[in-house]
């Protein structure tokens, strides 16, 4: 079918979206462990959400396993963005392991606010989702009972203590900006003394890209949000699309794409999660151009600069 005789379709593609600096330097912690020891190198958990980066670098000789009892000796061993609890660099460094570390810098600054809060005395009253890596990395900082997990505004109504003015809060790196408000508003209002922490905790790529869907929601009559389901930040920019009263559909590669949805579409908003590549945005679009004669703008609500440096014995590979 030529253009000519294909229906339009006006895209609006979200900025910013898709890697942010701490996915792209855990991916670039798990290539420069291979360059540097030769494969394997071992990976506790998925490096990041999203099948298609674990695949890629399953082919360049990484394995990725579960637990640390997984990881055979004598191997690198790399432990994922989302962070670990403290006990798993201790059960490696027990078995004389080689490790690095591909926590997110801005989740490893949530770990040390955590570790003074509680040296100072303080309750965390941590806003998080239960069973999510980085929440069990968080919480593994801390002894048994520092932390108590708030997931949800009734929660945070239910919460009781007899050391009211001993509370603190900290929050998940990947949360939805709106819905993490809504449970702060309850928790100082019943709590004023409780301290927050000295910047926010919600990284900027989170708060960014769910900007950035906000911004063209208004404008689509469908948004596309590209990244994975266990994925903490996608699910969020698909949450902040229906938000805004606009269908949206998350999917992990263009294949995923029922051409259904399109039906009555005249403008189709796409974005990516922070560990979604680039790649699988271009993969889509040109999908959808098999069958749509598509127009592409642009529409950036904010610029980033942010890079991060790698762990040492690595920046030289």
Known sequence: MTDMHKPVLDLLIAAPRGFCAGVDRAIQIVERA?????????????????????????????????????????????????GVPKSVPAAAQDR?????????PLVSKVHRQAERLVSAGRHILFIGHAGHPEVIGTFGQVPEGAMTLIETEEDAHGFTTDAPDNLAFLTQTTLSVDDTAAILAILQARFPAIVAPKADDICYATSNRQAAVRAIAGSCDLVLVIGSPNSSNSLRLAEVAEREGTTS???????????????????????????????????????????YAVTERMVETAQETITFKLPKGLEAA
Do not use: M
């Open 34 to 82: 291979i360059e540097l020891h030769g494969a394997p190198v071992y990976v506790r958990h998925e490096i990041v959400h999203n099948k298609y980066v674990v695949d890629t670098l399953k082919a360049k000789g990484a394995i990725f396993v579960d637990e640390l009892d997984q990881v055979p000796d004598g191997v690198h061993v790399v432990f994922s963005a989302h």
């Open 249 to 291: 559909k998350l999917i992990q590669r263009a294949d995923d794409l029922d051409f259904d949805w399109l039906a009555g579409v005249g403008t189709l908003g796409i974005t990516a999660g922070a560990s979604a590549p680039e790649v699988l945005v271009r993969e889509v679009i040109d999908r959808i151009a098999t069958r």
């Open 96 to 104: 004389g392991l080689s490790y690095f570390d591909a926590t997110c």
